[in-house]
Structures are given as structure tokens and as C-alpha cells.
């Protein structure tokens, strides 16, 4: 059974940081890339960041470059959203995803990913 469980969501001022984990088992993510989604209420799920499990290369969506950084870690299976300077706007649920390595240009596109965290909240109060 595949599993992506995201932690490390909560409220902060903003200005503030969050680092969010996702621990993924159930099989090998070797080929896969793992994607950072979130969704704010009245508002459709909106790609954050991702990160190629084989080579860690990253992408961001230009509304958080510069202020979030997407990392793995290998041997705990393990990838980390780490987020600075928030903003109110930033608020949401954040979801980890795994996309089977179909290529990079699928990355930004919720639908093609295979596997889901069940998401943490991120509140931050301006």
C-alpha cells in the first residue's frame, strides 16, 4: 500500500517559517517525481513546487520562488518543503503527490499525479 504522509503544517505570523515533510513508503519512488500542491478554500489546487527523486532537480511556481525550497532525503525516504517569508496568502492545504517520471512537463498538472497525501494546513495571519 502506497503511502505520502505529509506533517508540519500549523499557524504562523507572517514573515515566519514552516517546513512540511513528506514520508512516502509502500514502494520504491527511485523513478518518480514528488510534487507540493495547495489548495486554498474557494480555490482550485495550484501547484507549489516539485523535486526528480533521481537527480533532485527542483522546480517552483513563480508565487513561492524564492521563499520555499523542496529537498529529499534519500535514505528516509523522505521529501521536505521548507518555507520562508509567508505571506497571507499562502494559506491553504498542502498535499504532497508522486508522478511517475513521465517527464518534467507533466509536473505542474494535478491530474497526471498517481499517489496523494491526505494534507496539512498552513495558516498564516498577517
Known amino acids: 500500500q502506497v503511502l505520502l504522509v505529509e506533517s508540519g503544517g500549523g499557524s504562523v505570523q507572517a514573515g515566519g517559517s514552516l517546513r512540511l515533510s513528506c514520508a512516502a513508503s509502500?514502494?520504491?519512488?527511485?523513478?518518480?517525481?514528488m510534487g507540493w500542491f495547495r489548495q486554498a478554500p474557494g480555490k482550485e489546487r495550484e501547484f507549489v513546487a516539485a523535486?526528480?527523486?533521481?537527480?533532485?532537480?527542483?522546480y517552483y511556481a513563480d508565487s513561492v520562488k524564492g521563499r520555499f525550497t523542496t529537498s529529499r532525503d534519500i535514505a528516509k525516504n523522505t521529501v521536505y518543503l521548507q518555507m520562508n517569508s509567508l505571506k497571507a496568502e499562502d494559506t491553504a492545504v498542502y498535499y504532497c503527490?508522486?508522478?511517475?517520471?513521465?517527464?518534467?512537463?507533466?509536473?505542474?498538472?494535478?491530474?497526471?499525479?498517481?499517489?496523494w497525501g491526505q494534507g496539512t494546513q498552513v495558516t498564516v495571519s498577517s
Open positions: 503527490a508522486a508522478l511517475r517520471n513521465l517527464g518534467a512537463t507533466y509536473i505542474r498538472e494535478a491530474t497526471f499525479y498517481d499517489y
Open positions: 509502500g514502494r520504491s519512488f527511485s523513478s518518480y517525481y
Open positions: 523535486i526528480s527523486w533521481t537527480d533532485g532537480t527542483t
